[in-house]
């Protein structure tokens, strides 16, 4: 596709439940990065994949928060016994590299708005 | 650790105002800095950036210069549109790093 898709677009879940949100990134990208987006809170960095080294995990908020990235491409950001406190934005992003150095544009999707009632 | 502190909205203009949305850091060593634009019901974009002291990043009529003696780096138009009406997030990008760090976000609203 042109840009970064994610699904679903919203997601509303009882507290307690699992859920799993979907990042594809632009083809041919190696970095992939999970931001969150909540109230008062701004946008707060989670985790991000480069190519096969193991992830960046350090802003994940608590052991409930998982992301895995199948054969570099396509991420799956899971939550378990989700919390009302999870409801936010998640955003994904990809890049074709990782690093300041040359500051590789990081493209955003759309987001998915995940509600915990 | 690293942070940026923008100034909180909403900022409300007429068409054709001046614009000025301050934006400060702290982070050790070089960072790169950014401005991210969010447009109502889109996704977020980047809108301009600067990766090292005294450039000047510029883009749809918008500025902002990397000021390293002021750690700021504040975005600028000389008239703003009602098209321009969105949420403004800076950011940066610490040298040895590959994450953005972002700050809260400022709503500009711009009024016909």
């Known amino acids: 596709g042109a840009g970064v898709s994610q699904s679903p677009s919203n997601k509303v879940t009882e507290k307690g439940k699992d859920v799993e949100l979907r990042c594809d990134p632009i083809s041919g990208h190696t970095a992939l990065y999970w931001y969150r987006q909540s109230l008062g809170q701004g946008l707060e960095f989670l985790i991000y994949f480069q190519g096969n080294s193991a992830p960046d995990k350090s802003g994940l908020p608590s052991d409930r928060f998982s992301a895995e990235r199948t054969g570099g491409s396509v991420s799956t950001l899971t939550i378990q016994r989700t919390q009302q406190e999870d409801s936010a934005v998640y955003l994904c992003a990809s890049s074709q590299e990782a690093g300041a150095f040359n500051s590789n544009e990081q493209f955003f999707g759309p987001g998915t708005r995940l509600t915990v009632l | 650790g690293d942070s940026v502190t923008q100034m909180e909205g909403p900022v409300t203009l007429s068409e054709e105002a001046f614009l000025t949305i301050n934006c400060t850091y702290t982070a050790t060593g070089y960072p790169s800095l950014f401005w991210y634009v969010q447009y109502p019901g889109e996704g977020l974009q980047l809108l301009l950036k600067?990766?090292?002291?005294?450039d000047k990043g510029s883009n749809k009529g918008f500025e902002a210069t990397y000021r390293k003696e002021t750690t700021s780096f504040h975005l600028e138009k000389g008239s703003v549109q009602v098209s321009d009406s969105a949420v403004y997030f800076c950011a940066l990008m610490n040298s040895g790093y590959s994450t953005l760090t972002f700050g809260k976000g400022t709503m500009l609203l711009v009024s016909p």
């Open positions: 600067a990766t090292k002291a005294d």
